[in-house]
């Protein structure tokens, strides 16, 4: 298994797990270089800014945005973690995620 951490060295080639802040990806030179195909998961920590338009960026890259059944298996699977599911702004985070798996 491989890993690569981002930002640092990519040249190498793709990595079976890759670590990036979504500030390194929204780099769009650095975007380019992920095949969003050959990707099966995007995994967000501090999931309450995934409303913001940096993150919404990187997430339509990737194809997780507007997800339709026909989507299913085709594009990566989302994921988000929070501690804070509420934002000062009032943004839902519906609008990136369709389920709460656990919430106390």
């Known amino acids: 298994m491989t890993i690569a951490v981002i930002p640092g060295r990519y040249d190498a080639g793709p990595a079976d797990i ?3 802040s979504v500030r390194s990806l929204a780099n769009k030179e650095m975007l380019k270089k992920f095949d969003p195909s050959a990707h099966k998961l ?4 501090e999931a309450n800014y995934a409303v913001a338009a940096q993150h919404q960026a990187v997430l339509d890259h990737f194809g997780v945005l ?5 989507s299913l298996g ?6 988000g973690f929070t501690a804070t599911m ?8 519906g609008k990136v995620f369709d389920h709460i798996a656990f919430h106390r």
């Not at 507007?66 to 026909?70: A, I």
């Not at 085709?74 to 994921?79: M, R």
């Not at 509420?86 to 985070?93: A, E, F, K, N, Y």
């Open 18 to 20: 890759t670590i990036a």
């Open 42 to 45: 995007v995994m967000i920590d």
């Open 66 to 70: 507007n997800m339709h059944e026909g």
């Open 74 to 79: 085709q594009n990566p699977v989302l994921v």
């Open 86 to 93: 509420g934002r000062s702004d009032g943004q839902s985070l």
